[in-house]
């Protein structure tokens, strides 16, 4: 059963509790009122060695939740923006309807966008990376109209916080998913700010930087943190733009040296 199945076709077993638990429970048709006690598993896999489906069903809500919030954070959900969405993350058509439903809820709901995030931020606590490919996720749906508005760069910067993430962290996930602001550059035209390093940084040091993103954001290593297989899209996006900037400040760095 794919992820959406088990969200959206009433699979109660995995109870994620909390608010995003409550919204599982508005669509799926079965209140979620009890909180799960969640154990920290080597890796994010249960003890057969499978990804932690609680950690998968969260993220994937999770997504959906801050998306539709932060869809209209700009002051209109653009039709681009919900196209964005439901490509990227491989919605099934026939799953369309309730994850529709589910984002029209999470529009709708009173609620702001901080429970949802402080709940994922303490889910994947020891688990970064993933929160970085949730932000990804949520940065590819903000640039889907060719441009990022500053309320929405602020809801990122936001939500980056409440995930722990420092303002240098911030503009280097910034620059590796792109998204000018309005009248701004891209800020993947600078391969430097993609790996998160000074202009100066000694090669050997590059490599490093590099060669620590590879092995942090691989999308087999993600998924078994809790990465849901319909999002890893994403993640070799991200895998792309990480080698592209390597290869640029290479060669970069060889045109520097003296003749």
Do not use: C
Not at 76 to 103: I, W, Y
Not at 105 to 129: H, N
Not at 187 to 194: C, E, F, L, R, W
């Amino acid at each position: 059963m794919s992820i959406w199945g088990k969200i959206l076709g009433g699979a109660a077993g995995f109870a994620v509790g909390g608010p995003l638990g409550a919204l599982i429970g508005a669509v799926a048709g079965h209140a979620v009122d009890e909180l799960r006690e969640l154990e920290s598993k080597p890796q994010g896999e249960d003890d057969q060695g499978r990804p932690d489906q609680t950690k998968t069903i969260a993220f994937t809500v999770g997504v959906i939740v801050l998306g539709a919030k932060m869809a209209k954070a700009d002051g209109a959900v653009h039709r681009k923006e919900v196209d964005a969405f439901k490509h990227v993350f491989q919605v099934p058509p026939e799953e369309l309807k309730n994850v529709g439903r589910l984002f029209d809820i999470a529009k709708k709901d009173s609620a702001g966008f901080e429970p949802y995030a402080t709940q994922l931020a303490g889910m994947f606590t020891d688990r970064k990376p993933v929160l970085e490919e949730l932000l990804g996720g949520l940065f590819h749906i903000a640039v889907a109209d060719g441009v990022i508005h500053a309320a929405e760069l602020q809801y990122l910067a936001s939500i980056a916080r409440i995930f722990g993430f420092s303002d240098a962290e911030f503009e280097r996930i910034r620059s590796i998913h792109g998204g000018a602001a309005a009248g701004g550059a891209d800020p993947m035209d600078d391969p430097y700010a993609v790996l998160g390093i000074a202009r100066d940084t000694p090669p050997d040091q590059v490599k490093a930087a590099y060669r620590r993103l590879v092995r942090e954001h691989h999308p087999d290593r993600l998924i078994a943190q809790g990465l849901p297989k319909e999002f890893v899209d994403i993640a070799q996006e991200k895998m792309a733009a990480i080698n592209a900037a390597y290869d640029r400040i290479e060669r970069d760095q060889k045109a520097r040296e003296p003749a």
